[in-house]
């Protein structure tokens, strides 16, 4: 009886080929792929397809917050600059500043431009400073890096001779700040 079997199976792969054996095979991993790939993904899509449907059907939510008007934004801004009398603090920063990039602040001129109608107050501060280029540029960099509130105003550079290492120069900062309430 097995040998009849066998028989019957070597006739049937004799008729088929080689060819009919990778299609039978193809056959057989394509029942497998669909098995274990397509017949899960399309259940996820329809449980995707679900979700969607009952977000579409579900009321909009009218917990929108409402864009920020142009005076919550310039209120934002001025709340967002140090306080007047903060000034000593940022004056430490900018000193700091200087002495590690080994320029020597001698002297400086510090002018309070003051407009009573306005919100801020802006401190002009004037350094006139000997010294390389790089150290000179590090330095602004540096002050404008320790104070978000400072903003360079002007920059002079002198130089009386092309060979002279040192520069004399003049740098004008504006410091601005929040006027006290």
Known sequence: ????????????????GRPGLAGIALLVVAAVLIGSVVVPQQERVSKLEREIERIRSAPPKT??????????????????????GSTPDWLQKIFES????????????????????????????????????????????GALEAVPA???????FKREK???GS???????????????
């Open 1 to 16: 009886m097995m040998a009849a079997v066998m028989q019957h199976i070597r006739y049937w792969l004799g008729l088929i």
């Open 63 to 84: 917990e929108t917050t409402p864009p920020e008007t142009a005076e919550a934004k310039v209120e934002k801004f001025y709340r967002s600059l140090p306080q007047s």
């Open 98 to 141: 200087a002495a590690a990039n080994g320029v020597t602040l001698e002297q400086g001129e510090y002018i309070l431009l003051s407009n009573p109608n306005a919100k801020i107050e802006q401190y002009r501060i004037i350094f006139p400073l000997k010294g390389s280029y790089p150290q000179l540029r590090r330095f602004t960099v």
């Open 150 to 156: 400072l903003a360079l105003e002007s920059l002079l």
């Open 162 to 164: 092309i060979a002279d």
């Open 167 to 181: 520069v004399d120069a003049k740098i004008t900062f504006i410091l601005y700040l929040e006027r006290a309430r």
